[in-house]
């Protein structure tokens, strides 16, 4: 579905704000986004930027090449060294390794998926983590009132989705940042361990 994404980045995107979401910033001072971190659906990189400006090894992988553009002039300009690349998230096995990473964030992305790709997504951001990796994902909640922007997500749906692969340690009510929300959207944070399966 790359469609709609195509032309996004041509003027400022609400959810670009230009620096990092709070809530990473918060994951980061917990100390729990750590290691080799893949952020899935980066944009214009300033989560990934700001969790490598604290000594993680990042990746951030966006299927919008404009997007990936503009997080690599920015990477430079502040010297940092995230490993910024266009790819879909839906075939993360071709890009990586299988338990490449020890830790995972999307910003943003899983709640613009339709119903049909979620498996796919959970499938493949999972085999791509460590077991016993920590996953965060940061979305729209149903509790945001209105109708624009991106897809409202309810505690069930998320569980449903990610609990074949994950042990979800909890989703929590979150702002989602964003240029048109003041101070934020309402979100949830979810808090997820990749399962060991069988002998891993
Ligand atoms: N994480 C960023 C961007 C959020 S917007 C931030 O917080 O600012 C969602 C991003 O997901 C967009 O940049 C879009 O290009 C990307 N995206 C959506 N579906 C994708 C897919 N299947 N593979 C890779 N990137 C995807």
């Not at 404009?66 to 790819?87: C, H, P, W, Y």
């Not at 945001?144 to 989705?161: A, K, N």
Request: charged content about 25%; aromatic content about 10%; glycine content about 10%.
């Amino acid at each position: 579905m790359m469609s709609g994404w195509i032309g996004a980045y041509e003027r400022t995107p609400p959810w670009d704000i230009g620096h990092p979401q709070g809530v990473v910033i918060e994951l980061h001072e917990s100390g729990e986004l750590t290691g080799r971190v893949l952020d899935v659906g980066c944009g214009t990189g300033e989560n990934a930027i700001y969790i490598a400006s604290k000594g993680s090894e990042v990746v951030g992988i966006d299927f919008t090449q404009r997007a990936i553009e503009i997080a690599q002039v920015k990477s430079f300009e502040r010297n940092t060294d995230v490993e910024f690349l266009v790819g879909d998230v839906l075939e993360l096995d071709y890009h990586f390794r299988e338990a490449e990473f020890d830790a995972g964030l999307d910003s943003g992305l899983f709640h613009t998926l339709p119903d049909e790709e979620r498996p796919l997504y959970v499938e493949q951001v999972a085999r791509v983590l460590k077991p016993r990796a920590l996953f965060f994902m940061l979305c729209f909640s149903v509790k945001q009132p209105g109708l624009t922007g991106p897809r409202r997500l309810s505690v069930r749906e998320i569980t449903e989705s990610f609990q074949e692969r994950f042990q979800i340690n909890y989703i929590r009510d979150a702002v989602f940042e964003s240029n048109v929300h003041d101070p934020g959207a309402r979100g949830y944070l979810t808090s997820a361990t990749r399962l060991a399966l069988g002998r891993e």
